[in-house]
Structure formats: C-alpha cells, structure tokens
C-alpha cells in the first residue's frame, strides 16, 4: 500500500465515523457518506460533486443524500447536500456546518469535525426525512470513501 493511501486511513477514527452516520440514519430516511480523496484539482466543490455523482447520491429515493468530501493532504472539504434535502433546509444551512467542522478541522480534530458535521446533518435530515421502519432501505453504504476524485 502507498504511504499516502495508509495516510488517508489514518486520518480519521473509521469506526467512529461509521457509527455516527448509522447514528444518524437510524433517525432518517436520509443518507450520509464520507469520501475522503489523496488529492483533487481545481475547486473542492467541483471535485466533491463529481464524488458524489461517482457514488451514485444522486439516485436515492427522496434525493436527500449528504456527501463530506475530505482532503486531508490539502486541508480542504465540503459538504454537498442532495436537491431533496437542500430544498428543505435552504442555501444558509450548509455553511453553517462547514463552519462547525472547520473549526474542528482547524485543530487538526479530523474525526471529532466529521462526527459533529454528521450529527447535525443527521437532526436535519431526521427532522425533514423521519425514518419509517416500514418502508425504509439504507440505499447508500455507509463506510468512507477512499476515491480518488480529482
């Protein structure tokens, strides 16, 4: 394996981040997923909304999916959340989070950012996109994405 690849694996507390997004989704029909990329060109936005074109977030039921994209080697992220999920909480919600986990990403505190960034998005989600036991299929893996999207 790379060094830069085990870098990216040791960014992040996996295991907590996994149980914050089926913390959250327990609560939801929403789906949240983390991609963390080894790099990226040009504007972290656009290469988070290609991640989340590539893992199929588009295509959930309610398009309420939330991505976090992570570049841990350039210090940069967004969050990119679904037209679905966007419509219901508007354009001043998501810097609101990415303000949260920059704070947190500021004193390196990767994985506490992206636990906290998840939870909120999970209350949001849950609030617009109740989970109903009966009809409700977890459409989206919950385990990081290591892509390499640039």
């Given at each position: 394996?790379?060094?830069?690849?085990?870098?990216?694996?040791?960014?992040?507390?996996?295991?907590?981040?996994?149980?914050?997004?089926?913390?959250?989704?327990?609560?939801?029909?929403?789906?949240?997923?983390?991609?963390?990329?080894?790099?990226?060109?040009?504007?972290?936005?656009?290469?988070?909304?290609?991640?989340?074109?590539?893992?199929?977030?588009?295509?959930?039921?309610?398009?309420?999916?939330?991505?976090?994209?992570?570049?841990?080697?350039?210090?940069?992220?967004?969050?990119?959340?679904?037209?679905?999920?966007?419509?219901?909480?508007?354009?001043?919600?998501?810097?609101?989070?990415?303000?949260?986990?920059?704070?947190?990403?500021?004193?390196?505190?990767?994985?506490?950012?992206l636990v906290e960034g998840i939870e909120t998005v999970g209350r949001e989600l849950?609030?617009?996109?109740?989970?109903?036991?009966?009809?409700?299929?977890?459409?989206?893996?919950?385990?990081?994405?290591?892509?390499?999207?640039?």
């Amino acid at each position: 394996m790379l060094l830069a690849q085990r870098k990216l694996y040791r960014a992040v507390d996996q295991e907590r981040i996994r149980k914050a997004i089926d913390e959250a989704e327990r609560r939801t029909s929403g789906e949240i997923r983390v991609s963390i990329a080894p790099f990226f060109l040009g504007d972290v936005e656009r290469a988070a909304r290609r991640a989340f074109r590539r893992l199929g977030m588009e295509r959930t039921r309610d398009r309420n999916a939330v991505l976090f994209f992570f570049v841990p080697a350039r210090r940069r992220f967004a969050v990119i959340g679904d037209e679905g999920i966007h419509a219901r909480v508007g354009p001043d919600f998501w810097p609101k989070v990415v303000e949260a986990v920059a704070e947190r990403f500021r004193k390196a505190e990767y994985t506490e950012g992206l636990v906290e960034g998840i939870e909120t998005v999970g209350r949001e989600l849950a609030a617009h996109f109740p989970f109903h036991a009966e009809t409700d299929v977890n459409e989206l893996p919950d385990e990081i994405d290591f892509g390499r999207d640039h």
